[in-house]
Each structure stands twice: as structure tokens, then as C-alpha cells.
């Protein structure tokens, strides 16, 4: 599920339509969690498909570790690639802003953690980077994991309108990061070798 200050909006017609943050949105906001509405789909029942739903799938959804492609149910399928995004996902099934979001300002996620299936190039922002490929999130997945630790702390402090979703117990571990009792774990996590 995407933060609840958030809106779909048209972006351009080179990216087409993005999720907008309708308020400010600080670093260390969950901006998205894995819900039980969101749906997972396995390689099979991808490939049993018409060809019209693996179109659909392709379009909108991102592979899991195990491999298999998920389909959030909400705005959070609209959220686009940026090599500067502004949100980050962790190894937790949530995504992170990793700087404060105006209102105004689009989400965005860097697609390299993905899993995507098939490189692609991605609109120049003046980064070294031009093409995401299947394989980034074993190349940069400590740049990242600095980012994401860079705000963790924030977690705790920030409001969490989607704190909810978020199982109780993986809340204690959140706070236990964040007292430094233990690590956090690396986004390289999410990695599906293909």
C-alpha cells in the first residue's frame, strides 16, 4: 500500500503517469508496504497467461527474491524509475523516503533493485548511469544500504500512517536496528538471480 498523501497524477508523455506526493513526505517515512491485497504471481502462472495479462504484468509489476512478480493493487504500481529516486525499498517488504518529498514531487524508485527481466534505458538525468540493468542490485547494493541507513533511524520518529501494515514483531526489530542491538539487513536480500 502507497503513503495515504499521495495522488496519480500525468506526469509527461515520455513517462506518462507517476504517484505525487500531495503533502510533505519527511525522510524515514514508510512511503510503501506490502500488503495482503498486493498479489504474487510464479513463473508458471505467468506463463499460463494470455498474452494481453503477461503485457500487464511486464507493464506493472516488480520480481521478489524467489522470483515471482507482484502486482500492488494501489498507486504503487505508478511509481517511476529515477537514478536519484527519492525512495529506497529495504529488505523488509517497505519502502523508505530516503530524503524529505514536497508536496508536489513525484515518488520514485530506482528500478535496479527490481529485478527487472530486460535492461532498459531510463530517461537522462545527468547521472553516470543511463541503462538499468537485471543484475544492478548486485552492484550497487551498498551505495543503498548507505542511504537507507542513513534515514533508518527516522523510522521511529517520523509519523507512519502505514505503521498498520507493518507486523508487530518486525517493528520491535526495526527499533531494535535502530538502538543498534542489531544490523540491518542489506537490500542485496531482495536479489532473484535469473
Same mark, same amino acid.
Not at 29 to 40: P, S
Not at 79 to 88: A, D, K, M, Q, R
Given at each position: 500500500?502507497?503513503? &495515504?498523501?499521495?495522488?496519480?497524477?500525468?506526469?509527461?508523455?515520455? %513517462? =506518462?503517469? =507517476?504517484? %505525487?506526493?500531495? $503533502?510533505?513526505?519527511?525522510? =524515514?517515512?514508510?512511503? @510503501?508496504?506490502?500488503? $495482503?491485497?498486493?498479489?504474487?504471481?510464479? &513463473?508458471?502462472?505467468?506463463?499460463?497467461?494470455?498474452?494481453? /495479462?503477461? *503485457?500487464?504484468? #511486464?507493464?506493472?509489476? /516488480?520480481? +521478489?527474491?524467489? !522470483?515471482?512478480?507482484?502486482?500492488? @493493487?494501489?498507486? !504503487?504500481?505508478?511509481?517511476?524509475?529515477?537514478? *536519484?529516486?527519492?525512495?529506497?525499498?529495504?529488505?523488509?517488504?517497505?519502502?523508505?523516503?530516503?530524503?524529505?518529498?514536497?508536496?508536489? #514531487?513525484?515518488?520514485?524508485?530506482?528500478? =535496479?533493485?527490481? *529485478?527487472?527481466? #530486460?535492461?532498459?534505458? !531510463?530517461?537522462?538525468? !545527468?547521472?553516470?548511469?543511463?541503462?538499468?540493468? &537485471?543484475?544492478?542490485?548486485?552492484?550497487?547494493?551498498?551505495? @543503498?544500504?548507505?542511504?537507507?541507513?542513513?534515514?533508518? +533511524?527516522?523510522?521511529?520518529?517520523? #509519523?507512519? &500512517?502505514? $505503521?498498520?501494515?507493518?507486523?508487530?514483531?518486525? @517493528?520491535?526489530?526495526?527499533? +531494535?536496528?535502530?538502538?543498534?542491538?542489531?544490523?540491518?539487513?542489506?537490500?542485496?536480500?531482495? /536479489?532473484?538471480?535469473?
Amino acid at each position: 500500500m502507497i503513503h &495515504p498523501n499521495t495522488e496519480l497524477k500525468f506526469i509527461n508523455d515520455d %513517462v =506518462g503517469y =507517476g504517484v %505525487v506526493a500531495t $503533502k510533505l513526505i519527511p525522510a =524515514g517515512t514508510i512511503t @510503501w508496504v506490502l500488503d $495482503k491485497l498486493d498479489r504474487e504471481f510464479s &513463473p508458471s502462472d505467468f506463463q499460463s497467461m494470455d498474452p494481453l /495479462y503477461q *503485457n500487464i504484468l #511486464e507493464t506493472y509489476t /516488480y520480481r +521478489n527474491n524467489k !522470483g515471482n512478480l507482484v502486482l500492488c @493493487w494501489d498507486l !504503487g504500481r505508478f511509481v517511476n524509475h529515477s537514478f *536519484n529516486s527519492n525512495c529506497l525499498t529495504t529488505s523488509y517488504d517497505f519502502e523508505i523516503a530516503i530524503r524529505d518529498i514536497c508536496p508536489g #514531487e513525484q515518488l520514485t524508485d530506482d528500478y =535496479g533493485y527490481l *529485478n527487472i527481466s #530486460e535492461p532498459f534505458r !531510463g530517461i537522462d538525468e !545527468g547521472t553516470k548511469r543511463k541503462v538499468v540493468y &537485471p543484475d544492478d542490485l548486485t552492484k550497487y547494493y551498498k551505495v @543503498w544500504d548507505k542511504k537507507i541507513e542513513t534515514v533508518f +533511524n527516522k523510522i521511529v520518529l517520523q #509519523e507512519q &500512517p502505514l $505503521k498498520p501494515l507493518i507486523e508487530p514483531k518486525l @517493528w520491535v526489530k526495526i527499533q +531494535n536496528i535502530v538502538d543498534g542491538k542489531e544490523p540491518m539487513d542489506s537490500i542485496l536480500n531482495n /536479489y532473484f538471480k535469473q
